[in-house]
């Protein structure tokens, strides 16, 4: 969702006359790079404690480096009274990034008469219908898109949620849904522009309500997540739908049905578990029990079965350990769903107190090497299903959207999400016949040779 911010930031500034700084590398910016800038925006991350420190280490070096630039911060720290205290001798200006109209009069005290600006880019407001003053505009600015075939495309914001671990509702404030026909239209520019790869973004995409009287024009007010799957799915052209992040407490019968049906809609899903203890699922607030999340996991199994038959499909979770009060008996639990779901991708978390989050409040008190080894025990777990689920690939053939080349190798990824590495890339495929340059942004066929634990490697297919 930041990423999406950003390129949302990165195109009103290039609008509003600003142009990025040419950076040999984007793989590491180093505060000597920065520096050369006359604005530098930081969009924060406060998930961890990590990206934090980094923001204020980044911060810190830039302001010692050019003594005269201007630095903004947004995103999830930015409204945190302890980081304007911090570094309010630092940062020129604090902004929500809902509010865009802040950053623009900023823009115009401090740059329009270099700019030359006579006007700035406007974007439409959208008040979200429960009448409260929650403005989601900034999202109907058309962003400047990170590469030119896969697309974030928020379709809300925000959480209602209050995990105890979480910082997100109270970063980005409650939820808000962008109305359908705002993005109707964003996906059918995209796929008009040869898109192939949509994802669908929210903090709990599950609980989407267009309740815009705009999203009348495309299927009355109040469509819901899987009506806008359905309406996005039905726009004509061969492209990819993906979506995150799923909320298992909303997950109804009612999305399973679209989600493993739907011909665009990717075959992979990510439900996060975050605990398999019932204790612990209570303690973080998450409202639902390891048996309703294995019902929703069996669910989805018998729906894709029904609904596409034969097809594999790919399930993915995000655990946490190291919970406040998390016993090696509650770990186990976590250990015990994955055995049973079988994932082929979980991301770990190892617990990090967040400052305004219920969970600061409790008493961290399983050690950092604890975490580290309960992080690496459930991996071992991972490793094991994920290798064998990446073996029924073998000698099978899958689409693959190529995303990358190095030297002789291209990389891509199938529509279960997994990477796949292709090594014969001098063959004559028909794509680069009818006049493409390259094969990256196209999706081809490729037969499954070698199966890893992390990726499969394989070959191009002509028919
Ligand atoms: S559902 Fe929970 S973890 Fe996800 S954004 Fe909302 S509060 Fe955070």
Redesign the pocket.
Known sequence: MNFSDSERLASFLNSSGFTPLKIKTDKEIIAKDLARANLVIFNSCGVRKMPEDRAFGQIHNLRKNNPNIKIALTGCISQRKDVQTVLKNKVDLFFSIKDFDLLKNFVIENFSKNLKLKTLPTSRQVKNSNNTQENIAYLSVTPKYTNDFSANVPIMTG?N???A??V??YARGREVSRPAEEIIDEVKSLVKNDYKEIILLG??VNSYRSTSPSGRGVGGEGVNFAQLLKMINNIPGNFWIRFM?S?PKDMSDELIEPITQLDKVCESVHL?IQSGSNTVLKNMN?RYTRKHYLGLIKKIKESFAKNKPGAIFSLSSDVIVGFPGETKTQLEKSAEVMRKVKYDMVYFGQFSPRPQTAAWLMEDNVSKPEKERREKYLNEILKKTSLENNQKYLDKIFDVLIESQKGGTYFGKTRTLKNVKVTNVNICHPELDSGSKSLIGKIISVKITKANIWNLEGKIYIK
Do not use: A, D, G, S
Request: hydrophobic share 15%; net charge positive.
């Open positions: 959480c949620n209050f995990c671990y979480c997100v509702p903090q709990n992040t909320h996060p998450r």
